[in-house]
């Protein structure tokens, strides 16, 4: 049966929109007193009507989901890129005001007491060159953001990646050595992720030739994104043993867990749910199980250890990569998660990784290892949020078994 949304979450969610609206407000009467400073008439009207686009554009984009039906594909994507770019103007306006309020005040406190008008010391003005040589560095400082997330949103997005990666695996069968398992997972169909962009990636994925193909959850972002649809293009994945997944913490949000696993078993998609498969290569047998998606605020796996085989080598799906420590426990060989899109936005600061995930997750992206346990945790392919990827691009994943 699908679950609600956690009471926290919807309240986290309503705090987000009401802070990005207080945001609006502001921004509406700095643009309002800019305008008048500068002898523009009619300032208000021309600073409402903007605030109030981009207000109307975030209380109907799809960034914080509100229940006011479908909207359009194109009018979800303007509105995220209009809530994205209006965060990053308020984050540089406030930061900037409050750099400016500190130095003032830092003068302040500075100063010598007054002198008498005729002993006070006026300095120049600042000379044409150096003044406009200030306006375009703030001009500039301005400008890289919002261009660095119009290459996000417009080429990174797009910017599909084929990862392979080789999986140490400690007696792992000889059957079983070169097994090949394509990923695919956080494909958030919708206005950030057209069919077609899917299409690419399964045929990047196809193209592989893999022995076993994998979905792990979050095939879309909320209700009314289209479900169908991007199964039928997942439908196309083609795999020696089968298509297998699981679910992502979306499809429960979406309400969709029921209708994902019925419409994708009649496209080829077997969603594991709580469920294990055991698959023969030669000689060898992989156990391959699936769990829904494991809530942080629930005990991890339970009753996953009823799902493993000890005649096989374990694999776990899992969308949640958080669980590995407990499937390690449990003695999984390898654990193959999604779910942080390795952070969307990475960005490399004095050769150190500045990446939101690693505020959720000490799993981000990429392999790990615990004892005799792997887990990959792949970047996926879509964007949630955010309309745009930089630094984590999208990934379509090969992994490959090797004897540990």
Request: hydrophobic share 45%.
């Amino acid at each position: 049966m699908d679950r609600p949304i956690p009471f926290t979450l919807e309240a986290a969610t309503q705090s987000v929109r009401l802070f990005l609206l207080a945001s609006q407000v502001h921004l509406f009467y700095w643009l309002r007193r800019r305008l008048q400073d500068r002898g523009v008439r009619r300032a208000a009207w021309i600073a409402g009507g903007v605030a109030g686009a981009g207000a109307f554009l975030l209380l109907l984009g799809d960034m914080y989901p509100i229940p006011l039906g479908r909207q359009p594909s194109w009018w979800r994507f303007v509105a995220d890129v209009w809530t994205a770019g209006a965060f990053v103007a308020y984050a540089l306006l406030l930061s900037g005001g409050l750099l400016l309020h500190w130095r003032r005040k830092s003068a302040a406190r500075g100063a010598p007491d007054a002198a008498p008008a005729a002993d006070r010391i006026v300095p120049d003005p600042p000379a044409p060159e150096r003044r406009r040589f200030v306006e375009a560095a703030a001009l500039s400082a301005v400008a890289a953001p919002l261009a660095v997330a119009g290459y996000g949103t417009f080429i990174g997005r797009k910017r599909f990646e084929l990862r392979e990666v080789p999986i140490a695996i400690p007696n792992l069968p000889a059957d079983l050595e070169g097994l090949r398992i394509a990923q695919i997972t956080d494909i958030h169909a919708g206005p950030f992720l057209t069919r077609r962009e899917l299409e690419v990636a399964v045929a990047m994925a196809n193209e592989t030739k893999p022995h076993l193909a994998v979905v792990t959850g979050d095939v879309i972002t909320q209700e009314g994104d289209p479900l169908e649809s991007s199964l039928d293009a997942l439908g196309g994945l083609r795999a020696d043993s089968g298509v297998w997944g699981c679910m992502g913490n979306h499809e429960a949000f979406a309400k969709c867990l029921q209708l994902t696993e019925r419409y994708g078993r009649s496209r080829g998609i077997q969603f594991l749910r709580q469920g294990a498969e055991t698959l023969r290569f030669g000689d060898a047998l992989l156990n391959l199980s699936g769990v829904d998606y494991q809530r942080k605020n629930s005990p991890y796996l339970q009753g996953a250890e009823r799902l493993l085989n000890p005649a096989a080598v374990n694999l776990l799906l899992s969308h949640n990569p958080d669980v590995f420590p407990v499937a390690a426990e449990l003695g999984y060989d390898l654990v193959i998660s999604g779910h942080t899109h390795g952070g969307q936005v990475t960005l490399e600061i004095v050769e150190q990784s500045l990446n939101a995930g690693h505020f959720f997750t000490p799993y981000v992206v990429g392999q790990y290892q615990l004892d005799r346990s792997n887990l990959y945790v792949s970047r996926g392919v879509g964007c949630v949020n955010l309309p745009m990827r930089i630094g984590a691009w999208p990934e379509i994943t090969l992994l490959t078994l090797r004897k540990a």
